[in-house]
């Protein structure tokens, strides 16, 4: 069991130094603005060579490793309780490499190191993304300066017998991927340690992969950059910020967001799928993207105003196209009124924002006036929270989105930094990229025009 356990750590470990070299030149390259020397590509795939053989070499050890070990996982939860209560950290670390999949946890003061055979956060994480639905690819396990290729389209002739073919040129571009850290910490009270079982399984299978998952949904859908993210930002996003005055090159790759009703008409959002579409992209991962609500809106809005009632969202399609939902979606934004009260009318006014409003109230771009009004306010120097809700509805073929996972997600369990609270932090690292390789299979719709 020793010889096991030491070959599993220096796989790992050996493992990772390729990684980081390869991040190295991959760094050196980004910095000085050029492609890696002939020097560094050798390099580069030497590594690369390795780390697979690294990878079926931990497979096999750990496979080993648990068939000896059929209490590997109780092993684990062990190592791991027994460093929090002597106040040492844990470190695990998730691989998946090829056809490796495999979990480390590891004691860094002792070098004790357990191998799991671990699908169990990788699939999870994989059917909590609303991404997974709408055909996003992603994989897993990425190096160094990985890019995606993209390609215009060649077309085929038909010709006279006897007639010459011209070449056919196909234009070849590389987008490279440009990978953030992502990190999370949910911190779980010594309480709960001691007195929980399955400590493992309920932190790997459920919680981390739920968070991790709501983390991308986010980035990917969302209106705005998550933490002010440089590189990994969704399409979405990059469409809202091109007309902030501030529009990036990245920015300026994608159309203009356009306006529809807040509740849209059928022909709004057909023309929509019709000014993608004409673009010349495939189209075979289109859909919408949009909030429940919104969702159940279309639901009971008829595609024609007279005649026989159809609904504009049937069995969850619209325009022909599948619907996903997420709250990422949606814009609101909170600002504080003050009323002043004269002669049996009310009016509101800009103001500060206070702990304890008088009044709480959700509206749309267009009826805040109504919505104030229907408080009946009869005094001066009432404070009203207001939240404007805008809804967006998206469009996008995500085949043409990828998301990767570079390296190993890697979390330590830290018994020190909320150790006031008597808690132990549980802290996920690990590094995901971006990429819209058509700019122009995404559109974004803000529902903000008055219903006529």
């Known amino acids: 069991m020793k010889k096991n356990t030491i070959n599993v750590r220096e796989l790992v470990q050996k493992y990772q130094a ?18 890696r020397s002939d020097a560094e590509t050798k390099e580069f795939e030497a590594l690369t060579r390795e780390n697979q053989l690294l990878s079926m070499r931990m497979q096999a050890a750990t496979a080993d490793y648990v068939r000896e070990n059929p209490n590997a996982r109780a092993e684990a939860e062990a190592l791991i309780r027994e460093n929090v209560a002597a106040g040492r950290k844990t470190e695990i670390t998730l691989m998946r490499s090829g056809e490796f999949a495999g979990m480390m946890v590891a004691d860094a003061a002792s070098g004790k190191i357990v191998p799991l055979n671990v699908q169990d956060f990788i699939e999870p994480l994989e059917e909590g993304f609303i991404l997974d639905k709408v055909g996003l690819p992603m994989p897993t396990g990425l190096v160094g300066d990985y890019v ?7 077309e085929a002739s038909v010709m006279g ?21 992502i990190g999370l910490a949910i911190p779980v009270t010594n309480q709960a340690i001691n007195q929980s079982a399955g400590l493992i399984e309920t932190l790997v299978k459920k919680v981390m992969p739920q968070a991790v998952a709501k983390l991308l949904n986010k980035i990917v859908f969302g209106l705005v950059p998550v933490n002010n993210a440089t590189n990994l930002i969704g399409p979405f996003a990059h469409i809202l910020h091109k007309e902030s005055g501030a529009a990036t090159t990245e920015d300026n790759r994608y159309a203009d967001k356009v306006v529809v009703k807040e509740t ?5 959002l057909n023309l929509m799928k019709a000014k993608v579409l ?13 909030t429940k609500s919104m969702k159940a809106i279309l639901e009971g809005q008829p595609i024609n105003a007279s005649g026989i009632y159809v609904p504009m969202i049937q069995d969850d399609k619209l325009c022909g196209l599948p619907v996903y939902t997420t709250n990422a979606v949606r ?11 004269s002669s049996s009318t009310c009016t509101w006014a800009t103001c500060d924002a206070v702990d304890t409003p008088d009044y709480e109230v959700v509206c749309t771009p267009n009826n805040e006036a109504a919505v104030l009004a229907a408080l009946g306010c009869t005094a001066s120097n009432k404070v009203a929270k207001i939240t404007t809700v805008t809804e967006y509805i998206g469009l996008g073929d995500w085949a043409y989105q990828p998301m ?42 803000e529902a903000s025009q008055a219903n006529s």
């Open 161 to 181: 017998e006897g007639v010459a073919l011209s070449d056919s040129k196909i234009n070849l571009s590389n987008l490279a991927a440009a990978p953030e850290r």
């Open 18 to 35: 390729n990684c980081d070299r390869i991040n190295e030149i991959a760094d050196a390259c980004e910095k000085e603005q050029r492609e």
């Open 148 to 154: 995606w290729p993209v390609y215009d389209m060649v």
């Open 278 to 290: 004409e673009t010349g992209i495939d189209g075979d991962h289109l859909c919408w993207v949009m």
């Open 404 to 445: 990767g996972l570079f390296n190993s997600l890697r979390f330590i369990v830290d018994p020190f930094s909320q150790a006031r609270k008597d808690a132990v932090d549980f802290v996920l690292n690990t590094d995901y990229a971006t990429k819209s390789l058509r700019a122009e299979a995404f559109l974004l719709a």
């Open 331 to 341: 814009k609101s934004v909170v600002t504080y009124k003050k009323s002043t009260y």
């Open 264 to 268: 849209p008409t059928f022909a709004s």
